[in-house]
């Protein structure tokens, strides 16, 4: 089993920054990639960010040049540098790994969600 904890959101007004961190832990033997999810109230969940076991990196356009995703491989731990919040990047934000357990069975685990508010 796999577990993700999340931390670092909260309140912050209009073009500031929160950080977001996120670690799996568990029965992973590889990951493939991990990322961040958010889903706002009465909407549907979009994809934000990922990167992969290379460093390769994808972000959605809307946050795309303010939001920047990182990781430190060793500990399966992955940052999220948000800069210029605006108040539609209000949301819960989750992070997800998918990842190759010790059976070489490939999976995807997600972690409870951390909030971020953007409000003056």
């Known amino acids: 089993q796999v577990q993700l904890v999340e931390s670092g959101g909260g309140l912050v007004q209009p073009g500031g920054s929160l950080r977001l961190s996120c670690t799996a832990s568990?029965?992973?033997?590889?990951?493939?990639?991990m990322g961040w999810y958010r889903q706002a109230p009465g909407k549907q969940r979009e994809s934000v960010a990922t990167i992969t076991n290379n460093g390769s990196t994808n972000y959605s356009d809307f946050v795309r040049g303010r939001f920047t995703i990182s990781r430190d491989g060793a500990k399966f731990t992955i940052y999220f540098q948000m800069n210029s919040l605006k108040l539609e990047d209000t949301a819960l934000y989750s992070c997800y790994v998918n990842y190759y357990d010790d059976t070489w069975i490939r999976r995807d685990a997600w972690g409870q969600g951390t909030q971020v508010t953007v409000s003056s």
């Open positions: 568990g029965s992973i033997f590889s990951v493939n990639a």
